[in-house]
């Protein structure tokens, strides 16, 4: 076989497969560099959808959340497997049905922390929506096993924290969750959420002034925070502050309706109607309670709210609407032992008592850890609800049952130790046990005039009369009207009370003090 230029052929062959090689592997190489570029540009579009979402979900008003749950719904069409977009989905949904009840939100957190969680997510906000589901499904057995294991693996977070103060809360171990509650709002401080949760908690129990101060920190998170604004201005009314403080925001918030969910709207119609309850318009109220019910059902304070303007009234029904409150809201101790005063100064002893009852089975079972680690029954600790049931039981003409709840308010030496030690005081001076009155009086009333309850001072002026030693009970009547006024008491209503004192001492027998008394109280009542 003649082989001849064979040498020239295989080079041929070789040169022109080499060619083809190359340009194969050019093509591939050129498109596994545009599948990198699109893969790169997709990864940055999928985090920048990311980061815009999270910056509007932080803002927290029911637009931002939608605006947030817009942007994640356009990452999931470029990267649908994204499980930390999943979980920060899942949170922003629960956010959406917890804070603002909005419908069908619950059912959307659960499906996208359902993917979260098959994807294999570890970030804080699968674990925290997990916990805050549980808490608000009432699950409070699955929430405390998964918070106690979380714990124990070293997870911590502010969210996980918020849904600890939440279980608390529904637990009725209201101090505890307090403390829950203010580390939550400490540690996301840039976050509305917190610290409006912690204002709701506190506004719950009564605790006005503390109330307002977190609802503050929410607005310096975000100055037009929706609910920390409106709910702000809540507070504020019913602690019986001016009411002109807040007209100007009510105002602009109802300017504002179509970013009001139901929910928001029902609280801003709960504020209109103290509004109308500080204006002496109680029918009123009771219309725009009635709205804020129709915006949504589960409002406890407009329940709260309908009740006060009933009680105004006067009407039967204030009761059955104070029952109706409670039941809606059993751990918010503000709906109860108001509620057990205002049918009380309404002549329904037997209502407010029954209130308090139920307040009493609410919590009876709930234990509290003490300093030294020993845990004991919370109403021993519970100094409002012994007040208030020595109140009524007071009012009721029962001064021996009064008495033993005003001895397990001073027992509790809590924050109220001021007024259960003016409380029992002023019923013994009623029992004409002077010595016991003067001893618990003196401690709230001292004779500096350093002491911060003009009643106090009031009670040991009464005290003193009695006695017969009008020259030092004058001074104490002087010291209760001082502080009166320092209080903002209306200056008429200071010249009705030294007037009241003047007659009592000429009726006395003590003409020439009553003048002397009229002299050097008349600059406190005096127009300026």
Not at 45 to 50: G, T
Not at 317 to 343: H, I, N, S, Y
Not at 443 to 460: F, H, I, K, R, S
Request: proline fraction near 4%; charge should be neutral.
């Amino acid at each position: 076989m003649d082989t001849s230029g064979r040498g020239d052929w295989k080079r041929r062959e070789g040169l022109g497969s080499a060619l083809l090689q190359i340009g194969v592997v050019a093509v591939v190489l050129a498109a596994a560099v545009a599948w990198f570029v699109h893969r790169g540009q997709v990864r940055q579009e999928v985090d920048a959808h990311l980061r815009t979402a999270r910056a509007a979900a932080l803002k927290g008003n029911p637009s931002d959340l939608t605006m947030a749950q817009e942007q994640l719904e356009t990452l999931f069409t470029l990267s649908p497997d994204s499980r930390d977009a999943r979980a920060l989905s899942a949170d922003i949904q629960a956010e959406l049905w917890l804070d603002h009840h909005v419908p069908g939100a619950d059912q959307k957190a659960r499906e996208q922390l359902e993917r979260a969680e098959a994807m294999g997510s570890r970030s804080g906000e699968r674990y925290g929506a997990r916990a805050l589901l549980l808490v608000g499904e009432g699950k409070t057995a699955e929430a405390q096993k998964l918070l106690e294991e979380l714990q124990a693996q070293g997870a911590n977070s502010p969210k996980l924290t918020l849904a600890q103060a939440r279980l608390l809360q529904r637990q009725g171990r209201l101090s505890e969750a307090r403390i829950a509650f203010a580390r939550a709002a400490e540690g996301a401080w840039r976050d509305p959420r917190y610290p409006t949760a912690y204002g709701e908690a506190l506004l719950d129990e009564g605790l006005f002034p503390q109330a307002v101060e977190a609802f503050s920190r929410a607005t310096t998170a975000n100055p037009d925070h929706l609910l920390s604004r409106v709910t702000s201005a809540l507070a504020q009314l019913y602690s019986g502050k001016n009411p002109d403080s807040v007209k100007a925001t009510l105002e602009e918030l109802r300017s504002s309706t179509r970013q009001l969910t139901p929910a928001l709207q029902a609280r801003l119609s709960v504020a209109q109607a103290e509004l109308a309850l500080v204006k002496g318009a109680p029918d009123e109220a009771l219309a725009q309670t009635d709205a804020a019910l129709k915006a949504w059902p589960e409002e406890h304070y407009a329940l709260f709210t309908r009740a006060r303007a009933l009680a105004a009234k006067h009407a039967p029904e204030a009761r059955q609407a104070f029952e109706a409150a409670v039941a809606k809201q059993p751990t918010a101790p503000l709906l109860a032992l108001d509620g057990a005063r205002l049918l009380q100064a309404q002549g329904d002893g037997a209502g407010a008592l029954a209130l308090l009852d139920t307040y009493e089975k609410t919590f009876r079972e709930v234990k509290v850890q003490t300093a030294d680690g020993k845990s004991v029954p919370a109403l021993d600790r519970d100094d409002r609800y012994w007040l208030a049931r020595g109140g009524v039981m007071e009012l009721a003409g029962r001064q021996d049952d009064a008495l033993t709840a005003y001895d397990k308010a001073l027992a509790a030496r809590g924050v109220g130790l001021a007024k259960a030690q003016y409380a029992k005081g002023a019923l013994l001076l009623a029992r004409k046990d002077f010595e016991g009155a003067r001893t618990l009086l003196s401690q709230v009333a001292p004779d500096t005039g350093a002491g911060n309850m003009p009643e106090a001072y009031a009670a040991l002026g009464e005290l003193l009369f009695a006695q017969g030693d009008f020259a030092a009970g004058c001074q104490q009547h002087y010291f209760a009207l001082v502080r009166a006024r320092a209080q903002g008491t209306p200056p008429e209503l200071i010249a009705t009370r030294a007037n009241d004192i003047k007659q009592r001492l000429e009726t006395s027998g003590q003409p020439a003090m009553a003048k002397a008394w009229l002299t050097e109280a008349g600059p406190l009542f005096q127009q300026q």
